[in-house]
């Protein structure tokens, strides 16, 4: 079985950049989270989902980000404008909300100069 | 107040020696769930176990082995003759039952020599 799928694996942009971050959960799965990695912060929680509604995006740290969830199977992270602050490993999970389970994907890994 | 205490932030045992990653969480609630992932080097997150509140029933899984203990709101884990594969960052998790969200703890650098 696919797991969690994120594009792209690495992105390097400029300052003011729009920045389009990709995932498809596991199919199946109900829940869907965006977290973000950094070496200062570790590892922080941007906004959940649980069937494509958004229910806590208060980790989202400002007006420049934003996600969706059109459907069951794809859910957008947007950086605009990006900038350098931005730069880290940003985390797609999905899993089953009755379950309390939550599997990774591969990560991006977006510098931004 | 931190959810997920992982005390040790850097641990370097020598291959085949014993290794055990702390744990210590807190919550109010009477049904939650703790999970452990690993983190290799190359950055992906593995999960690796998933135990409920109810279940205090110690795990083992080959080389890894897991403790979890209510009284004293641990779950801690073990490696047993650690590899040098083993070496990673390990990350302790709570998720709750009351809403979907998952705390994490800081994660433990376990680095095995050879």
């Known amino acids: 079985d696919a797991g969690v799928i994120q594009s792209p694996r690495h992105e390097v942009t400029e300052m003011g950049q729009e920045v389009t971050l990709r995932c498809k959960p596991i199919?199946?799965?109900?829940?869907l989270f965006w977290y973000r990695q950094t070496m200062m912060r570790g590892l922080e929680l941007l906004i959940y989902?649980?069937?494509?509604?958004?229910?806590?995006d208060s980790g989202m740290p400002e007006d420049r980000f934003s996600a969706k969830m059109p459907n069951a199977s794809f859910s957008t992270l947007k950086i605009q404008p990006s900038e350098p602050r931005d730069s880290a490993v940003y985390f797609c999970?999905?899993?089953?909300?009755?379950?309390?389970?939550?599997?990774f994907g591969p990560g991006t890994r977006l510098t931004v100069l | 107040a931190q959810k997920v205490t992982q005390a040790q932030t850097e641990i370097s045992v020598v291959e085949k020696e014993d290794v055990t990653l702390d744990c210590v969480y807190e919550?109010?609630?009477?049904?939650?769930?703790l999970f452990w992932y690993k983190q290799p080097p190359s950055g992906e997150l593995v999960f690796l176990i998933r135990?409920?509140?109810?279940?205090?029933q110690n795990e083992i899984s080959g080389r890894y082995s897991w403790n979890f203990q209510k009284s004293t709101s641990s779950f801690n884990f073990t490696i047993t003759a650690s590899q040098v594969v083993d070496s990673a960052v390990y990350f302790c998790?709570?998720?709750?039952?009351?809403?979907?969200?998952?705390?994490f703890g800081t994660g433990t650098s376990l680095t095995v020599i050879p």
């Open positions: 989902f649980n069937n494509n509604v958004p229910i806590d």
């Open positions: 998790a709570l998720s709750e039952d009351t809403g979907n969200q998952f705390y």
């Open positions: 999970a999905s899993g089953l909300a009755e379950r309390n389970t939550q599997y």
């Open positions: 919550t109010r609630d009477t049904t939650y769930y």
């Open positions: 199919s199946g799965h109900n829940s």
């Open positions: 135990r409920n509140s109810f279940d205090e």
